[in-house]
């Protein structure tokens, strides 16, 4: 028997698209873990306005298996509107009007320390703790650029890959920063399918060590540095940074894999990159755009006149006890405690024509199992 991948990271894209398969007879996504026999013909979406920890007892009952973060920043009281509307990501245009610091409340950043202690984010899966912080330098003063988007490509030296270009970019995507690097180590190879480098242009670089003080001119306490798998550009950089926008980890796969670049590109914003090779400034460019289209979903999201989600179910909100009566074709929803959930589900056996799918909290983390 297949062993049942575990899910790690969900969406509310990736919700209502369970939504829809259950209801709209759309595809089964690939992430879920139930077969196209098991499609419900009910659901129950039930929002928990406490979690003890005790709640595995609760799963157990209602053999639910799967208790991904949803992998968004969402107001827990208003995450059940964020469900039934339409957040359209197929007709947004990526726009870097919005980048800018006051949608970034929207938009969860990633820790330094998160970054190097899941193999989630980091290519080498080097953890923080064979990361020397004391090596690392960090901006010691406010700058005029609150968000920039920064990218390197590298070379291989005998000692490993080392940056070959970095590029900065301003939330308006022009280029602030652009700079070829030459490693002190000796070249063994350009990398240039994946780089754009060869080695006439490398000779004529400038040493990293000035890379590194540079960089603290545009760099600032209050920057939000956006970038794809930015841990190893900061690794490289040797830079410690509090205020990190990954969109690897935006858009991270439901089994909490990143997803690359270039298909990111392609999916929303409907353009190939690295076809022949990289480019530090289309990628760092690439990595706003992208932002800007998670910042227009979410905004879309948070809208309280905003498109509602089309699914072919009768959507009703209940009290508890109603959602034991199994009626085809419909969307319950209910908030209640975890007692008096427990209680009412003491004669409840579990029918596979009803999912049930429970959202609570835990340390200010969103869950929705089910």
Known sequence: MAKIRELKRLTVYDIQRILCWAFNMSKRPSFLPLRASDRPDTINIVKLEETPENISKLLSKLKIDHKPLINEKLPFDDIIECILRDGGYEDITPSLDCVRTENLDLIPFVEFEDIHSSG??????KSLSKVDISEYRRALAPRSYDIIALDIEKVRTKTGKMPGRITMVDCNGKTIYDKIIKPREPVVDYLTKYSGLIKEVVDKGVDIELVKDEIFNFIGTNTVIVGHGVE???DSLKLYHERIIDTAHLF???LGR???????SRTYLSKDIHVETHDSRIDAVTCLELLSVKIQYMLRMMDPQGTELKIQATVERKCISDLLKHEKGHLNIAACSY?????CLRSYKKVKECLWILIYRIDGSIYFSF
């Open 258 to 264: 990143k997803i690359s670049l270039a298909q990111l």
């Open 120 to 125: 989630v984010f980091v290519d080498d899966e």
């Open 252 to 254: 991270l796969s439901p």
């Open 339 to 343: 007692k008096d959930l427990l209680k």
């Open 232 to 234: 190893n550009d900061l």
